[in-house]
């Protein structure tokens, strides 16, 4: 994949979430809730001088971002001000 966001844009691939309960119980696709966590795959120029970096865990808003299928596989593109803090 060749994906390069502008400005202060960010690509971040969600973070899977269990499918099932720490009880054991198992929790259908349709159920669960679309992750708040994802890895950060590509950083627009200003983005980087925020100091948000490739491969950076971060915590974003529910309603945050616009989903895209790139090669297949969905991804979602944040405004680095729609990045809520980064996880260490």
Known sequence: MNFQPLANRVLVERKE??????SGIIIPDNAKEKPLQGTVLAVGPDAKEEGINEGDVVVFGKYSGTEITLEGKEYLILNSDDI?????
């Open 17 to 22: 979430e269990e499918n099932k309960t720490a």
């Open 84 to 88: 809520l803090g980064i996880l260490k």
